[in-house]
């Protein structure tokens, strides 16, 4: 069974940049505490919680790609993934123990903010997202902290390059299950800019 994606249009492309228009989206979120393994693990199983049935109507949502990990500082960040995919956003992935981080699952498109079940756990909360131009850069095998950073700065370069204003932190999205065999993973990095 495929896991459904957040829907884009691809608007330019530049191996291995991507330039894409995305639909809005509704995101499940929580926000945890630690480095960002664990803030990853907590904030992953508390949402997963929500989409197997913890919610009003105890109705299971399908599993979608990507689950976003944000960190809550102010300083410039960038995403990493975890499962089909993850993207963990972090400043410039710099994140200690006591860091704080917001965890996101994207909700199946045939929900919308009213027919989509309440959580029971007080800590997830539901947020829309409107639709947004994200420039990308898609990279295969294992992925860490200095690998995703020197993701970031190669999208920034082609960013600027293109004289389009960034918006936001950087994003790392993972689309596969950590069992993946590394030449066969999807990682992406991605920023939000405007043109």
Do not use: C, H
């Not at 993701?151 to 993972?174: C, D, P, V, Y």
């Not at 030449?183 to 405007?194: A, G, K, P, S, T």
């Amino acid at each position: 069974m495929a896991t459904e994606e957040p829907r884009f249009s691809l608007l330019e492309k530049s191996e291995p940049f991507e330039l894409r228009a995305y639909a809005p989206q509704i995101l499940a979120e929580v926000t945890v505490n630690g480095d960002l393994d664990s803030a990853s693990n907590q904030g992953f199983r508390l949402i997963a919680g929500y989409i197997f049935g913890q919610n009003q109507v105890s109705e299971k949502i399908a599993m979608t790609a990507p689950v976003v990990i944000e960190s809550g500082a102010e300083r410039k960040s960038a995403k990493i993934a975890m499962t089909a995919p993850v993207s963990i956003e972090a400043n410039a992935f710099e994140g200690g123990a006591g860091s704080q981080w917001t965890v996101s699952f994207v909700m199946p498109s045939e929900f919308t903010l009213e027919t989509l079940p309440k959580p029971l756990n007080t800590q997830v909360k539901i947020r829309e997202v409107p639709a947004e131009k994200r420039a990308v850069i898609t990279f295969s095998g294992f992925y860490n902290e200095e690998k995703v950073l020197e993701k970031t700065r190669l999208l920034e370069a082609w960013i600027q390059s293109k004289n389009w204003q960034a918006i936001g932190s950087a994003q790392f999205a993972r689309y596969n299950p950590p069992w993946t065999l590394p030449f066969m993973r999807r990682n992406e990095v991605m920023i939000r800019v405007r043109d």
